[in-house]
């Protein structure tokens, strides 16, 4: 018994000095989450061979709404392919800190106030901010729509 009792202790010591998940997420802070990120998003840029076949967004999709612009007349082929990399890294990057966001406040669902909050918190995002309030109150954010998709405008259908 004294040799299987040693064993477990052993044991228990080897896997106390591993952290556990839980912990893993409370040493890692937001910075290092987004550094591993855009190191893993570089990494599989580098090793993509063909890069419009990988994207989520379709090209095809975003030159018919940039054909929307009257002043536009010629759209280079690198252009919409660039411009939907671009938007899918940008939403991935908004989507996790959200998500981080989330998990700050001890949920495992996303809400539009994480979202909101992070759009709030971060200098880059500025530019999604409304502060077009003439009334004195505090800036808000752009609004969207969560559930639907056409925030309630009308306007082109580009799926024509």
């Known amino acids: 018994m004294k040799n299987n009792s040693e064993k477990s202790t052993v044991n228990a010591a080897q896997f106390a000095a591993y952290p556990t998940l839980s912990q ?3 040493v890692m802070n937001k910075q290092e989450y987004l550094k591993m990120f855009w ?3 570089r990494r599989e840029m580098e ?3 063909d890069f419009k076949s990988n994207l989520l967004l379709p090209p095809n999709r975003i030159k018919k709404i940039m054909k929307t612009d009257k002043d536009v007349r010629m759209i280079a082929a690198e252009s919409p392919v660039l411009l939907a990399k671009a938007c899918e890294l940008f939403i991935q990057e908004l ?3 959200s998500w981080l966001n989330a998990q700050e406040n001890h949920r495992r669902i996303l ?3 994480d979202v909101t ?3 709030m918190q971060t200098d880059s995002l500025d530019f999604l901010v409304d502060d077009a309030t003439h009334d004195g109150s505090t800036p808000s954010v752009v609004p969207f729509n969560v559930d639907g998709g056409s925030n309630g405008q009308n306007g082109n259908n580009l799926d024509h």
Do not use: P
């Open 47 to 49: 090793n993509v061979i």
């Open 95 to 97: 989507t996790l800190r």
């Open 39 to 41: 190191t893993d998003q």
């Open 111 to 113: 809400k539009k106030d």
């Open 24 to 26: 893993l997420n409370v």
């Open 117 to 119: 909050d992070v759009i």
